[in-house]
């Protein structure tokens, strides 16, 4: 048991390594968009289908209460958290609506729709990164080995593994990697109170 535990830490020390090294310039991009949009009033919309769904909803806590620096709430929603929403949509609709036709109601341009999928293939996240595209968001995308959704992206993440667990793990380095180098953009000066 020693053996696998070490195995699998291996493997996402790796996964993570490897993604980060391969995209500073994009992660420094990215932390500049998401800074700017934040500045200018504007929102993240935040989603994806089961563990990225817990992912959206995380990254969107760290955006609204803090991540490490006492600061302003900052305005970000995981478009995965409104039962009533998202069941109504799939029902009177289809499942592959659920993300676009939130970001069809609350994405206005300027904002940045953030999907997540590890396949890279989920249809309705690629379809709601196809209807931010048409109403001039800024996408992010975090994949696995890229899939369809890096057609619609502004900045694509991938994490060129097999396993989705070290593909959501990497994606939650990433995003508070992201969170951190936002704070400190947006809050410098409170940098000075940690």
Not at 1 to 30: F, G, P, T, Y
Not at 63 to 78: K, M, Y
Not at 171 to 186: F, N, P, Q, W
Request: proline content about 2%; hydrophobic content about 45%; glycine content about 6%.
């Amino acid at each position: 048991m020693k053996n696998i535990i070490l195995h699998i830490l291996q493997e996402s020390i790796a996964a993570k390594r490897r993604c980060i090294e391969d995209n500073l310039d994009n992660i420094v991009k990215a932390a500049d968009m998401i800074s700017n949009c934040l500045a200018a009033g504007q929102k993240l919309l935040i989603f994806g289908n089961g563990g990225s769904a817990a992912d959206a909803q995380h990254l969107a806590a760290e955006f609204v209460n803090r991540f490490q620096l006492e600061r302003p709430p900052l305005a970000a929603l995981a478009l995965t958290t409104d039962t009533s929403v998202i069941t109504s949509i799939a029902n009177d609709y289809s499942f592959e609506e659920i993300f676009a036709k939130q970001i069809e109601a609350l994405g206005k341009a300027g904002d940045i729709a953030w999907g997540i999928s590890t396949s890279g293939n989920s249809a309705n996240v690629i379809r709601a990164a196809e209807i931010a595209r048409k109403k001039n968001l800024t996408v992010i995308a975090m994949t696995g080995r890229t899939g369809q959704l890096a057609q619609y992206a502004d900045i694509v993440f991938t994490v060129d593994v097999d396993k989705t667990a070290r593909i959501q793990e990497t994606h939650i380095a990433l995003g508070h990697i992201l969170c951190d180098l936002v704070e400190r953009t947006l809050y410098p000066e409170q940098l000075k109170k940690k």
